[in-house]
């Protein structure tokens, strides 16, 4: 097979104009096609799939792309995965051993780890790939029945961690390690170290290189009973929370703030991050989400003036939880309610 002539980064880029376009067969064809002239097959999926979904990602975040275009882009990559797959399809199982991929409950992002699957399965890996959003229960049944030799999970949202931890459970009640994989889990793996997971990996190449090795058999987690108790205590008021907090964000629009879809949506998510950052301990957690929050263009959304009062009123309502309204008082979160601090 001859040296492919295009580099990856001129091919991601031919390939984000397909997804542009909301070109469907041009986006095989420019996968197909690398293959063709030589460019691996893990090249492909990582480099130029993965590659472009990042800036997909990152044009809805600017708000130059709207979630119909960002949901389009996805639908078509997920549809070249099975088109380069069928194409070059990976050689059988080579006895490395035997792996559960999945998504966190609640996280409905599967195409990272289908990707996860695809190259762990071209390492070797005998993969079963469980798909978006799988409930701890449904896992630990499956894990009875099949006893893999590790679960890999992914999610991209840390709002999720509380459903992580309870993945890390059904995995230890089994005696089957569990590694974690994308932004859910911290920029460095911090959070899947709270969670007690035994490894982490920031993308599918790390991962199959982490599982080449022997994983190392972590503790409980950090995750103590006065973080889940408050934790359990935010996600019981999230609905009055919102609500609340709805009503005094906009009260000086002259509209039904209740009626603002976008604006509750993003207060929702404000209540979920605080919950995952109680539960894990850590205002950093909480303070990345404010500072996404603030460069995020979303017409109706909550906006950068309002995220401050909105931090504060939430830990003058939630004095009587005392971890929750110091992490909120914290000088990360403070910071980065003010628009300064690290990134």
């Known amino acids: 097979m001859t040296a492919p002539t ?6 991601r880029a031919e390939y984000l104009d397909r997804l542009a376009a909301s070109d469907e067969e041009g986006a095989i064809a420019v996968a197909l096609t690398a293959l063709d002239a030589g460019l691996d097959v893990e090249d492909v ?43 070059r399809p990976a050689d059988p199982p080579t006895g490395v051993g035997r792996i559960a991929v999945a998504c966190l409950d609640g996280e409905w992002h599967a195409l990272p780890a289908r990707l996860l699957a695809e190259v ?62 994308g932004a859910a889990f911290g920029p460095a793996g911090e959070w899947a170290t709270a969670v007690g997971a035994d490894g982490w990996a920031p993308d599918a190449r790390a991962a199959a290189a982490l599982l080449a090795g022997t994983l190392p058999r972590r503790d409980d987690g950090r995750v103590d009973d006065a973080s ?35 604006l509750t949506d993003d207060l929702g998510h404000l209540v979920d991050f605080l919950a995952a950052a109680v539960y894990v301990d850590d205002p950093g957690l909480l303070a990345r989400f404010v500072r996404w929050v603030g460069t995020v263009a979303v017409p109706g959304g909550l906006t ?23 992490l909120l008082r914290s000088e990360p979160v403070q910071e980065a309610c003010s628009g300064t601090g690290v990134a």
């Open 120 to 181: 762990l399965a071209r390492h070797g890996w005998e993969v079963t790939f469980l798909g978006s959003s799988v409930p701890a229960a449904q896992l630990a049944v499956h894990l009875h029945e099949t006893g893999p030799d590790v679960v890999a999970v992914s999610s991209s949202l840390p709002s999720r961690l509380p459903a992580a931890r309870r993945m890390v459970e059904a995995c230890r009640a089994s005696g089957v390690p569990i590694v974690a994989g």
């Open 45 to 87: 999926l990582l480099d130029v799939v993965a590659g472009a979904q990042r800036e997909v990602g990152e044009r809805w975040a600017a708000g130059t792309w709207t979630v119909v275009q960002e949901h389009i882009a996805t639908h078509i990559s997920e549809r070249v995965v099975s088109a380069v797959t069928r194409h």
């Open 304 to 326: 950068r003036e309002e995220l401050r009062p909105a931090v504060d009123d939430l830990a003058a309502r939630l004095a009587d939880s005392p971890r929750t309204a110091t």
């Open 6 to 11: 295009t580099s990856t980064t001129t091919l």
């Open 228 to 262: 889940r108790e408050e934790e359990s205590l935010l996600r019981t008021r999230r609905p009055e929370l919102v609500a609340w907090l709805a009503a005094r964000v906009r009260a000086g629009y002259g509209t039904d703030p209740l009626s603002d879809d976008q």
